[in-house]
Protein backbone atom coordinates (compact mmCIF):
# COMPACT_ATOMS: atom_id res chain seq x y z
CA UNK A 1 0.00 0.00 0.00
CA UNK A 2 0.78 3.57 -0.53
CA UNK A 3 1.60 6.21 1.52
CA UNK A 4 -1.90 8.21 0.09
CA UNK A 5 -3.54 4.96 1.29
CA UNK A 6 -2.47 4.97 4.85
CA UNK A 7 -3.79 8.55 4.94
CA UNK A 8 -6.98 8.31 2.92
CA UNK A 9 -8.92 8.85 6.53
CA UNK A 10 -6.07 11.57 7.82
CA UNK A 11 -6.67 13.31 4.50
CA UNK A 12 -10.07 14.71 4.68
CA UNK A 13 -8.98 17.04 7.43
CA UNK A 14 -6.67 19.73 6.48
CA UNK A 15 -4.17 20.81 9.23
CA UNK A 16 -6.46 23.60 10.61
CA UNK A 17 -4.15 26.16 12.48
CA UNK A 18 -1.32 24.82 10.58
CA UNK A 19 -2.48 25.13 7.36
CA UNK A 20 -3.84 28.57 7.75
CA UNK A 21 -1.78 30.23 10.56
CA UNK A 22 0.27 32.20 7.86
CA UNK A 23 -2.25 33.49 6.48
CA UNK A 24 -3.88 34.92 10.18
CA UNK A 25 0.08 35.68 10.87
CA UNK A 26 0.69 38.03 7.45
CA UNK A 27 -2.54 39.97 8.33
CA UNK A 28 -2.96 41.67 11.94
CA UNK A 29 -6.42 42.12 11.26
CA UNK A 30 -6.97 38.40 11.19
CA UNK A 31 -7.02 37.00 14.29
CA UNK A 32 -5.48 34.08 15.64
CA UNK A 33 -8.69 32.57 16.57
CA UNK A 34 -10.46 32.95 12.90
CA UNK A 35 -7.42 30.10 11.84
CA UNK A 36 -8.84 27.63 15.05
CA UNK A 37 -12.40 28.44 13.78
CA UNK A 38 -11.67 27.07 10.78
CA UNK A 39 -10.02 24.00 12.01
CA UNK A 40 -12.96 23.49 13.79
CA UNK A 41 -15.29 23.67 10.91
CA UNK A 42 -12.83 21.55 9.00
CA UNK A 43 -12.71 19.40 11.92
CA UNK A 44 -16.73 19.05 12.28
CA UNK A 45 -17.02 18.73 8.28
CA UNK A 46 -14.60 15.30 8.47
CA UNK A 47 -17.54 14.10 10.89
CA UNK A 48 -20.22 15.23 8.79
CA UNK A 49 -18.47 13.84 5.65
CA UNK A 50 -19.23 10.03 7.77
CA UNK A 51 -22.28 10.08 6.47
CA UNK A 52 -21.49 7.74 3.90
CA UNK A 53 -22.07 5.16 6.53
CA UNK A 54 -26.12 5.91 6.19
CA UNK A 55 -26.04 4.50 2.72
CA UNK A 56 -25.30 1.17 4.28
CA UNK A 57 -28.92 1.35 5.20
CA UNK A 58 -30.53 3.04 2.41
CA UNK A 59 -31.32 6.45 4.86
CA UNK A 60 -30.78 8.83 1.87
CA UNK A 61 -32.41 11.88 3.36
CA UNK A 62 -30.37 11.24 6.48
CA UNK A 63 -27.06 11.10 4.82
CA UNK A 64 -28.04 14.06 2.24
CA UNK A 65 -28.55 16.30 5.84
CA UNK A 66 -25.11 15.21 6.69
CA UNK A 67 -23.51 16.49 3.02
CA UNK A 68 -25.31 19.31 3.10
CA UNK A 69 -24.02 20.57 6.48
CA UNK A 70 -19.98 19.25 5.37
CA UNK A 71 -20.66 21.32 2.39
CA UNK A 72 -21.49 24.11 4.68
CA UNK A 73 -18.44 23.91 7.01
CA UNK A 74 -15.75 23.44 4.48
CA UNK A 75 -17.81 26.48 2.19
CA UNK A 76 -16.51 28.22 5.40
CA UNK A 77 -12.62 27.07 5.58
CA UNK A 78 -12.40 28.04 1.83
CA UNK A 79 -13.88 31.74 2.79
CA UNK A 80 -11.14 31.80 5.27
CA UNK A 81 -8.45 30.74 3.06
CA UNK A 82 -8.93 30.36 -0.59
CA UNK A 83 -5.75 28.82 -1.55
CA UNK A 84 -6.59 25.87 0.57
CA UNK A 85 -6.70 22.66 -2.16
CA UNK A 86 -7.19 19.90 1.05
CA UNK A 87 -10.44 22.18 1.79
CA UNK A 88 -11.96 21.91 -1.94
CA UNK A 89 -10.60 18.36 -1.85
CA UNK A 90 -12.71 17.66 0.98
CA UNK A 91 -16.21 19.77 -0.47
CA UNK A 92 -15.45 18.13 -3.24
CA UNK A 93 -15.52 15.00 -1.57
CA UNK A 94 -18.80 15.86 0.16
CA UNK A 95 -20.67 16.83 -2.84
CA UNK A 96 -19.68 13.38 -4.60
CA UNK A 97 -21.00 11.59 -1.39
CA UNK A 98 -24.15 13.80 -1.49
CA UNK A 99 -24.18 12.23 -5.00
CA UNK A 100 -23.89 8.81 -4.37
CA UNK A 101 -26.55 9.59 -2.00
CA UNK A 102 -28.81 10.98 -3.96
CA UNK A 103 -30.62 9.59 -7.56
CA UNK A 104 -31.01 13.45 -9.13
CA UNK A 105 -27.12 13.79 -8.92
CA UNK A 106 -25.96 15.14 -12.02
CA UNK A 107 -25.12 18.87 -11.07
CA UNK A 108 -24.09 17.44 -7.66
CA UNK A 109 -21.45 15.67 -9.42
CA UNK A 110 -20.31 18.44 -11.34
CA UNK A 111 -19.52 20.58 -8.45
CA UNK A 112 -17.38 17.71 -7.28
CA UNK A 113 -15.89 17.76 -10.30
CA UNK A 114 -14.98 21.80 -10.13
CA UNK A 115 -13.54 21.80 -6.52
CA UNK A 116 -11.64 17.81 -7.66
CA UNK A 117 -10.30 20.58 -10.33
CA UNK A 118 -9.53 23.96 -7.81
CA UNK A 119 -7.91 21.36 -5.99
CA UNK A 120 -5.25 20.01 -8.52
CA UNK A 121 -5.07 23.31 -9.86
CA UNK A 122 -3.70 24.73 -6.50
CA UNK A 123 -1.34 21.28 -5.97
CA UNK A 124 -1.22 19.92 -9.27
CA UNK A 125 0.82 16.91 -7.38
CA UNK A 126 -2.93 15.91 -5.12
CA UNK A 127 -2.88 12.11 -6.21
CA UNK A 128 -5.88 12.23 -4.33
CA UNK A 129 -7.72 14.86 -5.80
CA UNK A 130 -6.88 12.98 -9.11
CA UNK A 131 -8.45 9.92 -8.03
CA UNK A 132 -11.53 11.76 -6.33
CA UNK A 133 -12.25 13.87 -9.78
CA UNK A 134 -12.07 10.19 -11.62
CA UNK A 135 -14.78 8.57 -8.94
CA UNK A 136 -17.13 11.92 -9.79
CA UNK A 137 -16.63 11.09 -13.46
CA UNK A 138 -17.70 7.32 -13.23
CA UNK A 139 -20.72 8.30 -11.16
CA UNK A 140 -21.90 11.25 -13.35
CA UNK A 141 -21.53 9.41 -16.83
CA UNK A 142 -25.06 7.69 -16.01
CA UNK A 143 -26.73 11.13 -17.17
CA UNK A 144 -24.49 11.30 -20.55
CA UNK A 145 -25.28 9.48 -23.53
CA UNK A 146 -23.10 9.49 -26.66
CA UNK A 147 -19.68 11.35 -27.17
CA UNK A 148 -20.16 13.03 -23.84
CA UNK A 149 -20.47 9.61 -21.99
CA UNK A 150 -17.48 8.23 -23.83
CA UNK A 151 -15.42 10.92 -22.45
CA UNK A 152 -16.79 11.00 -18.23
CA UNK A 153 -15.11 7.66 -18.49
CA UNK A 154 -11.70 8.35 -20.61
CA UNK A 155 -11.19 11.41 -18.01
CA UNK A 156 -11.74 8.91 -15.44
CA UNK A 157 -9.37 7.01 -16.63
CA UNK A 158 -6.62 9.70 -17.29
CA UNK A 159 -7.48 10.60 -13.85
CA UNK A 160 -6.53 7.48 -12.29
CA UNK A 161 -3.34 7.35 -14.67
CA UNK A 162 -2.02 10.63 -13.63
CA UNK A 163 -2.46 9.66 -9.55
CA UNK A 164 -0.63 6.22 -10.63
CA UNK A 165 2.62 8.12 -11.85
CA UNK A 166 2.07 10.48 -8.88
CA UNK A 167 2.07 7.48 -7.05
CA UNK A 168 2.74 3.87 -8.67
CA UNK A 169 1.02 2.31 -5.41
CA UNK A 170 -1.84 4.19 -4.72
CA UNK A 171 -4.46 1.28 -4.66
CA UNK A 172 -7.50 3.49 -4.52
CA UNK A 173 -5.99 5.01 -8.01
CA UNK A 174 -6.12 1.34 -9.36
CA UNK A 175 -9.47 0.38 -7.68
CA UNK A 176 -11.32 3.62 -9.90
CA UNK A 177 -9.29 2.91 -12.90
CA UNK A 178 -11.14 -0.68 -12.81
CA UNK A 179 -14.42 0.85 -12.85
CA UNK A 180 -13.77 2.94 -15.42
CA UNK A 181 -12.15 0.16 -17.76
CA UNK A 182 -15.33 -2.35 -16.28
CA UNK A 183 -17.55 -0.19 -18.83
CA UNK A 184 -14.95 -0.68 -21.75
CA UNK A 185 -12.52 -3.63 -21.60
CA UNK A 186 -13.26 -6.10 -18.70
CA UNK A 187 -9.49 -8.10 -18.96
CA UNK A 188 -8.14 -4.43 -18.42
CA UNK A 189 -10.53 -3.71 -15.27
CA UNK A 190 -9.09 -7.15 -14.06
CA UNK A 191 -6.08 -6.53 -14.49
CA UNK A 192 -6.52 -3.07 -12.16
CA UNK A 193 -7.69 -5.51 -9.53
CA UNK A 194 -5.08 -7.96 -9.68
CA UNK A 195 -2.42 -5.33 -9.00
CA UNK A 196 -4.42 -3.98 -6.15
CA UNK A 197 -4.52 -7.03 -4.57
CA UNK A 198 -0.60 -7.75 -4.86
CA UNK A 199 -0.13 -4.48 -3.18
CA UNK A 200 -2.75 -5.02 -0.66
CA UNK A 201 -3.57 -9.15 -0.11
CA UNK A 202 -6.35 -8.21 2.43
CA UNK A 203 -8.29 -6.09 0.10
CA UNK A 204 -11.82 -7.77 0.45
CA UNK A 205 -13.19 -5.44 -2.19
CA UNK A 206 -10.71 -6.01 -4.84
CA UNK A 207 -11.38 -9.70 -4.68
CA UNK A 208 -15.38 -8.86 -4.90
CA UNK A 209 -15.26 -7.01 -7.64
CA UNK A 210 -13.24 -8.59 -9.68
CA UNK A 211 -15.69 -11.55 -8.63
CA UNK A 212 -18.49 -8.98 -9.74
CA UNK A 213 -16.36 -8.62 -13.08
CA UNK A 214 -16.29 -12.34 -13.84
CA UNK A 215 -19.66 -12.97 -12.65
CA UNK A 216 -22.06 -11.69 -15.53
CA UNK A 217 -19.54 -13.51 -18.22
CA UNK A 218 -20.49 -16.42 -16.97
CA UNK A 219 -22.25 -17.60 -20.36
CA UNK A 220 -19.00 -16.37 -21.87
CA UNK A 221 -16.52 -18.13 -19.65
CA UNK A 222 -15.32 -21.38 -18.97
CA UNK A 223 -15.88 -22.93 -16.06
CA UNK A 224 -12.56 -22.59 -14.53
CA UNK A 225 -13.47 -19.09 -14.89
CA UNK A 226 -16.81 -18.89 -13.19
CA UNK A 227 -14.53 -21.25 -10.21
CA UNK A 228 -12.61 -18.20 -9.99
CA UNK A 229 -15.50 -15.45 -10.04
CA UNK A 230 -16.68 -17.41 -6.89
CA UNK A 231 -13.46 -17.85 -5.02
CA UNK A 232 -13.02 -14.15 -5.04
CA UNK A 233 -16.66 -13.92 -3.48
CA UNK A 234 -15.38 -16.17 -0.71
CA UNK A 235 -12.20 -14.56 0.09
CA UNK A 236 -14.17 -10.95 0.27
CA UNK A 237 -16.38 -12.78 2.69
CA UNK A 238 -13.70 -14.31 4.68
CA UNK A 239 -11.94 -10.95 4.85
CA UNK A 240 -14.75 -9.31 5.36
CA UNK A 241 -17.92 -11.20 7.04
CA UNK A 242 -19.58 -8.15 7.77
CA UNK A 243 -20.04 -6.76 4.54
CA UNK A 244 -23.66 -7.55 3.55
CA UNK A 245 -23.57 -6.58 -0.27
CA UNK A 246 -20.73 -9.42 -0.53
CA UNK A 247 -23.07 -12.13 0.81
CA UNK A 248 -26.01 -10.60 -1.16
CA UNK A 249 -23.92 -10.60 -4.78
CA UNK A 250 -22.22 -14.05 -3.85
CA UNK A 251 -26.18 -15.02 -3.67
CA UNK A 252 -26.61 -13.64 -6.98
CA UNK A 253 -23.95 -15.75 -8.67
CA UNK A 254 -24.92 -18.67 -6.44
CA UNK A 255 -29.02 -18.46 -7.81
CA UNK A 256 -26.86 -18.06 -11.58
CA UNK A 257 -25.53 -21.26 -10.62
CA UNK A 258 -28.82 -22.99 -10.12
CA UNK A 259 -26.96 -23.32 -6.01
CA UNK A 260 -30.46 -22.41 -4.79
CA UNK A 261 -30.09 -23.59 -1.35
CA UNK A 262 -26.84 -21.96 -1.09
CA UNK A 263 -27.90 -18.63 -2.49
CA UNK A 264 -31.04 -18.78 0.05
CA UNK A 265 -28.30 -18.89 2.78
CA UNK A 266 -26.51 -16.05 1.33
CA UNK A 267 -29.24 -13.64 1.00
CA UNK A 268 -30.42 -14.28 4.70
CA UNK A 269 -27.13 -13.31 5.92
CA UNK A 270 -27.38 -9.95 4.14
CA UNK A 271 -30.26 -9.67 5.44
CA UNK A 272 -28.88 -10.54 9.04
CA UNK A 273 -26.30 -8.25 8.66
CA UNK A 274 -28.28 -5.06 7.27
CA UNK A 275 -31.81 -5.58 8.10
CA UNK A 276 -33.20 -2.53 5.99
CA UNK A 277 -31.16 -4.22 3.29
CA UNK A 278 -34.45 -4.40 0.81
CA UNK A 279 -33.11 -5.83 -2.38
CA UNK A 280 -31.78 -9.02 -0.48
CA UNK A 281 -35.40 -8.90 1.18
CA UNK A 282 -36.83 -8.57 -3.01
CA UNK A 283 -34.33 -11.33 -4.25
CA UNK A 284 -34.95 -14.01 -1.66
CA UNK A 285 -38.58 -13.58 -1.27
CA UNK A 286 -38.32 -14.13 -5.11
CA UNK A 287 -36.93 -17.24 -4.80
CA UNK A 288 -38.80 -18.37 -2.23
CA UNK A 289 -41.64 -17.84 -4.16
CA UNK A 290 -40.54 -18.42 -8.12
CA UNK A 291 -38.04 -20.76 -8.04
CA UNK A 292 -38.77 -24.15 -9.78
CA UNK A 293 -37.06 -26.51 -7.34
CA UNK A 294 -40.24 -27.17 -4.89
CA UNK A 295 -37.40 -27.86 -2.16
CA UNK A 296 -36.94 -23.89 -2.06
CA UNK A 297 -40.34 -22.69 -2.53
CA UNK A 298 -42.45 -21.11 0.61
CA UNK A 299 -44.87 -18.97 0.03
CA UNK A 300 -45.77 -17.55 3.29
CA UNK A 301 -42.28 -17.19 4.00
CA UNK A 302 -42.10 -14.96 1.30
CA UNK A 303 -45.00 -12.95 1.46
CA UNK A 304 -43.42 -11.76 4.94
CA UNK A 305 -40.03 -10.90 2.76
CA UNK A 306 -41.93 -8.81 0.21
CA UNK A 307 -43.68 -7.07 2.18
CA UNK A 308 -41.01 -5.71 4.20
CA UNK A 309 -39.50 -4.56 1.02
CA UNK A 310 -42.30 -3.22 0.35
CA UNK A 311 -42.51 -1.43 3.59
CA UNK A 312 -38.68 -0.51 2.84
CA UNK A 313 -39.65 1.25 -0.39
CA UNK A 314 -42.87 3.18 1.07
CA UNK A 315 -45.09 1.13 -1.20
CA UNK A 316 -43.62 2.99 -4.16
CA UNK A 317 -41.65 1.03 -6.28
CA UNK A 318 -43.41 -1.89 -8.50
CA UNK A 319 -40.82 -4.58 -8.55
CA UNK A 320 -41.13 -5.38 -4.64
CA UNK A 321 -45.12 -5.18 -4.99
CA UNK A 322 -44.58 -7.54 -7.93
CA UNK A 323 -42.18 -9.97 -5.47
CA UNK A 324 -45.45 -10.00 -3.16
CA UNK A 325 -47.95 -10.76 -5.60
CA UNK A 326 -45.93 -13.70 -6.61
CA UNK A 327 -45.56 -14.82 -3.19
CA UNK A 328 -49.07 -14.54 -2.80
CA UNK A 329 -49.66 -16.56 -5.15
CA UNK A 330 -47.45 -19.35 -4.40
CA UNK A 331 -49.12 -19.18 -1.17
CA UNK A 332 -52.58 -19.88 -2.91
CA UNK A 333 -53.88 -16.68 -2.06
CA UNK A 334 -54.56 -15.39 -6.01
CA UNK A 335 -56.74 -12.64 -5.30
CA UNK A 336 -54.49 -10.71 -3.71
CA UNK A 337 -51.90 -12.03 -6.25
CA UNK A 338 -54.23 -10.25 -8.57
CA UNK A 339 -54.40 -6.90 -6.76
CA UNK A 340 -51.19 -6.56 -6.26
CA UNK A 341 -49.96 -7.50 -9.74
CA UNK A 342 -52.29 -4.90 -10.95
CA UNK A 343 -51.04 -2.04 -9.39
CA UNK A 344 -47.75 -2.83 -10.98
CA UNK A 345 -49.07 -2.45 -14.06
CA UNK A 346 -50.70 1.41 -13.62
CA UNK A 347 -48.42 3.65 -15.84
CA UNK A 348 -50.73 7.03 -14.53
CA UNK A 349 -49.69 6.17 -10.49
CA UNK A 350 -48.45 9.74 -9.61
CA UNK A 351 -46.89 7.91 -6.23
CA UNK A 352 -44.49 5.82 -8.10
CA UNK A 353 -40.79 7.20 -7.64
CA UNK A 354 -39.18 4.48 -10.14
CA UNK A 355 -38.64 4.37 -13.28
CA UNK A 356 -41.67 3.81 -15.85
CA UNK A 357 -41.77 0.01 -16.94
CA UNK A 358 -39.63 -0.96 -20.25
CA UNK A 359 -42.07 -3.19 -23.08
CA UNK A 360 -40.31 -6.66 -21.49
CA UNK A 361 -41.26 -5.61 -18.26
CA UNK A 362 -44.86 -4.85 -19.17
CA UNK A 363 -45.08 -8.41 -21.35
CA UNK A 364 -43.92 -10.01 -17.79
CA UNK A 365 -45.84 -8.79 -15.62
CA UNK A 366 -49.10 -9.21 -17.92
CA UNK A 367 -48.08 -12.86 -18.55
CA UNK A 368 -48.07 -12.98 -14.53
CA UNK A 369 -51.28 -11.45 -13.82
CA UNK A 370 -52.76 -13.89 -16.32
CA UNK A 371 -51.66 -16.80 -14.47
CA UNK A 372 -52.57 -15.50 -11.53
CA UNK A 373 -55.86 -14.85 -13.16
CA UNK A 374 -56.15 -18.60 -13.57
CA UNK A 375 -54.90 -19.49 -9.93
CA UNK A 376 -51.31 -20.44 -10.91
CA UNK A 377 -48.21 -19.31 -9.60
CA UNK A 378 -45.11 -18.07 -11.27
CA UNK A 379 -41.97 -19.84 -12.15
CA UNK A 380 -38.92 -17.79 -13.14
CA UNK A 381 -36.80 -19.68 -15.71
CA UNK A 382 -33.96 -17.42 -16.29
CA UNK A 383 -32.14 -18.63 -12.92
Known amino acids: MSDQDKI ?8 GRRDL ?11 RGIADLAEIRVLMASEA ?13 NAIKEFDEAIRLFSGAIQLDPQNAVAYCNRGK ?8 WEDNKEVCEQAIKDFSEAIHLDPNNACAYVERA ?30 RLDPRFVKAYQERAKAFARIDFEKAIKDHDEVIRLDPSN ?5 NRGMLMSPLVLRFSGKNCEK ?6 EAVRLCPTDASFFYERGEFRASKKEFDKAVKDYEEAIRLQPKYRFAYIKLASLLATCREEKIRNGHRAIQLATKACELSNWKFRWPLATLAAAYAEAGQFDNAVKYQMKTLEDSNPDWLDFPLMPFQVDKYRRCLELYKQNKPYRETTW
Do not use: Q, T
Open 135 to 164: KAYILVKFHLEGEDYDNAISNAIKDCNNAI
Open 8 to 15: KNRDLVPA
Open 21 to 31: APVAAGNPLVP
Open 49 to 61: IRGMAWLDEEGYD
Open 229 to 234: AMKDFD
Open 94 to 101: AWLGKGEA
Open 204 to 208: AYAYF
